[in-house]
């Protein structure tokens, strides 16, 4: 796992997941809907607000921030992820990175990447959010992190560990968190965090795995990954029904400074 200690932008961010796209949009988590609320909670009516989803995907968190009312462009710079995402009458899908979003000065309310911004360059991508944002705007960053103190969710990472291409990092958003803390144009990180199951039949959990851009699609690793998580579902599922993955959905907002 040489790649292991790159810093993620590094490592094909806009083209690793073209062959992942179809297994995102269909078994990828959700989010608590709590969550999304707390995003924003507090701002103006949600009809009022533009919303930058910046690093969409397939688009499951704009769907739920346009469910709320709020008026969402999704950025998503891969071209396969755009194509699968489910369209939404408050979504505009539409091509940008983090670092060059092409949105205008002070144009949004609210910038959100959900389970996407440690794959952003993060000095210029939180520069970018700080230009794009208007006064008293807000920056949300999600994230759905393993409940590792659930012992079938813990087997599982165990699983997916041992056949990954890199070392899975997990919890530790420390890194990109200074980043917003040291920058002037945000005020102080406030952190939220909310409990969340996903519950999936083994062949869900199967293509829940293989979008994840880590995971081999061939070969010996990717051989052992099916026998082992064929056990894995088998201890853990219900008698007649799905196996569950808990996670803590980790939320950090913060308020631009004017």
Same mark, same amino acid.
């Given at each position: 796992?040489?790649?292991?200690?790159?810093?993620?932008?590094?490592?094909?961010?806009?083209?690793?997941?073209?062959?992942?796209?179809?297994?995102?949009?269909?078994?990828?988590?959700?989010?608590?809907? #709590?969550? +999304?609320?707390?995003?924003?909670?507090?701002?103006?009516? !949600?009809?009022?607000?533009?919303?930058?989803? +910046?690093?969409?995907?397939?688009?499951?968190?704009?769907?739920?921030?346009?469910?709320?009312?709020?008026?969402?462009?999704?950025?998503?710079?891969?071209?396969?992820?755009? &194509?699968?995402? %489910?369209?939404?009458?408050?979504?505009?899908?539409?091509?940008?990175?983090?670092?060059?979003?092409?949105?205008?000065?002070?144009?949004?309310?609210?910038?959100?990447?959900?389970?996407?911004?440690?794959?952003?360059?993060?000095?210029? #991508?939180?520069?970018?959010?700080?230009?794009?944002?208007?006064?008293?705007?807000?920056?949300?960053?999600?994230?759905?992190?393993?409940?590792?103190?659930? !012992?079938?969710?813990?087997?599982?990472?165990? $699983?997916?560990?041992?056949? &990954?291409?890199?070392? $899975?990092?997990?919890?530790?958003?420390?890194?990109?968190?200074?980043?917003?803390?040291?920058?002037?144009?945000? &005020?102080?990180?406030?952190?939220?965090?909310?409990?969340?199951?996903?519950?999936?039949?083994? !062949?869900?959990?199967?293509?829940?795995?293989?979008?994840?851009?880590?995971?081999?699609?061939?070969?010996?690793?990717?051989?052992?990954?099916?026998? &082992?998580?064929?056990?894995?579902?088998? +201890?853990?599922? #219900?008698?007649?029904?799905? %196996?569950?993955?808990?996670?803590?959905?980790?939320?950090?907002?913060?308020?631009?400074?004017?």
């Amino acid at each position: 796992m040489a790649s292991q200690s790159l810093p993620l932008h590094t490592l094909d961010p806009l083209g690793r997941f073209s062959d992942r796209a179809q297994d995102y949009a269909r078994y990828r988590s959700s989010y608590p809907r #709590a969550a +999304i609320a707390a995003i924003l909670f507090g701002l103006s009516e !949600p009809a009022q607000l533009v919303v930058a989803d +910046i690093g969409a995907g397939t688009g499951i968190s704009s769907r739920l921030l346009g469910d709320l009312g709020a008026r969402v462009i999704a950025l998503e710079p891969n071209a396969e992820m755009r &194509a699968a995402a %489910a369209p939404h009458a408050q979504v505009t899908v539409q091509s940008g990175t983090a670092e060059q979003t092409g949105l205008g000065d002070r144009s949004v309310d609210v910038v959100t990447c959900c389970q996407s911004f440690h794959w952003f360059n993060a000095p210029p #991508a939180v520069a970018e959010f700080s230009r794009i944002l208007r006064p008293g705007g807000r920056l949300a960053l999600l994230w759905n992190d393993w409940n590792l103190d659930d !012992p079938g969710t813990a087997a599982y990472r165990q $699983i997916i560990q041992a056949a &990954a291409t890199r070392a $899975i990092r997990h919890h530790d958003h420390t890194n990109s968190l200074h980043v917003v803390e040291e920058h002037p144009g945000f &005020a102080p990180v406030r952190h939220h965090s909310f409990d969340y199951a996903q519950s999936l039949t083994r !062949p869900e959990v199967v293509g829940r795995t293989l979008s994840s851009s880590y995971m081999p699609k061939q070969g010996e690793a990717y051989e052992q990954f099916l026998e &082992a998580i064929a056990a894995w579902h088998q +201890i853990w599922a #219900a008698p007649d029904g799905p %196996a569950t993955l808990r996670y803590v959905t980790n939320l950090y907002l913060a308020e631009t400074v004017t």
